[in-house]
């Protein structure tokens, strides 16, 4: 009767530990990171390179994330859920700004650059949806993505950095750059609230204030980004 007893409890025993290691196995694996590496270059300067870790967890969460109407895009490029990648990619820019002494317009020219060396994704790509705007982990992790996504990527980087930035939807052409309230004396600008935006085309390798002339003929939605 003994021996009964003490099968039956070490019975039970091993059916628990069949039933608990597999969670366990699961809770205590580690994180994977993705370590993805950028290729850009600015004139009149070296090749730069930047290199950023992404979780895996990151990027699938921001994945599962719901998407905005297009007039709350700005409240994408300031989701708190990614300020240390995005605190990463400003630490990797500020050292390339340091290295080659830069001069603040430079400075912005570099971010900018950085953003035109992704590629460009369309939607339809990788979704079925017509309009799919990428969280920055999103853009940063794909390594590319389309106007609004780059356009979001570049606000969360240049305000993080400290600069007055606003998305600037051009609703008749179906496109969205980037406005930097800064102090320019060329190129193109819009103006809200009594700032001056300056034109950033993420999608193009142009200077800070360039734009299709589409554009200058056309008003566009200004949708500032709050720090």
Known sequence: MKY??????????????VLILPGCAISTQPDTTETISY??????????????AIPLRDYNNYKEKPRPSWTEYSSMATDPDDDAIID?????????VAANNLSELKKIQLVLRFVQSLNYIED?????????????????F???????????LL??????????????L??????MGLGINFPLKYGNSWVYDGKRYWYLDTTGGQSIGWCLSEYQKTAAYVYPVSS
């Open 170 to 175: 051009f609703e008749e052409l179906d496109h």
């Open 88 to 96: 990463s990619i400003v630490r990797q820019l500020n050292d390339e």
């Open 4 to 17: 009964v007893i003490t099968a039956k409890k070490a019975y039970l025993a091993l059916l628990c530990l």
């Open 124 to 140: 339809v790509a990788p979704t079925s949806y017509d309009e799919y705007p990428r969280y920055p982990v999103e853009t940063l």
């Open 155 to 168: 606000a969360a980087i240049l305000t993080e950095m400290g600069y007055d930035v606003a998305l600037l």
């Open 39 to 52: 290729h850009f270059k600015v004139p009149n300067q070296s090749e730069c390179n930047l290199t950023l």
């Open 142 to 152: 794909e390594q590319g993505g389309d106007c609004e996504d780059t356009s979001i």
